[in-house]
């Protein structure tokens, strides 16, 4: 996978806790779904709004898909950077994500991850969340 620095507008480095490991030895896989949504909230709140925001606003962002590829593993004490892009497909906002080994560079997790909108509780075309993020989109 060739990535270029200019594919993702946002970074984060999280590093592996001994709790987040299964009994090989290395990252158990549906931590990394963790992984990615902190990366995402993280994104969201330096991007200026929160989720808190957002819900205040009657605007809840909602997972609806993940597919994810695992291609190698984390262990304990391993830093990793998440990495992600944001595109919009018509009512549905697509995250582009990417964990590295931090030490290595090596790819561990490619992921997409599909959000639709809740506006007031009802299926919205996203508009709201396009306005909030339309510099990123």
């Known amino acids: 996978m060739t990535v270029n620095e200019t594919d993702y507008t946002h970074s984060l480095e999280i590093k592996v806790r001994d709790y987040e490991l299964d009994t ?7 931590n990394y779904l963790h992984y990615l949504e902190i990366t995402r909230h993280d994104f969201c709140e330096r991007a200026g709004t929160s989720f808190r925001d957002m ?12 597919e ?4 190698s593993s ?13 595109e919009r497909k018509g009512a549905r906002f697509v995250f582009v994500q990417d ?9 561990v997790v490619h992921a997409l991850v599909t959000v639709v909108c809740l506006q007031n509780g009802r299926l919205s075309r996203g508009d709201l969340l396009a306005e909030a993020f339309k510099e990123y989109l």
Do not use: C, H, W
Request: no cysteine; aromatic share 6%.
């Open 24 to 30: 090989q030895g290395i990252v158990n896989n549906a």
């Open 55 to 66: 819900q205040q606003q009657g605007l809840d962002p909602v997972v609806r898909k993940i």
């Open 99 to 107: 964990i590295f080994n931090a030490s290595t560079g090596v790819p």
């Open 74 to 86: 984390l262990t304990f004490g391993d830093t990793m950077i998440s990495k992600l892009r944001m």
């Open 68 to 71: 994810i590829e695992y291609l």
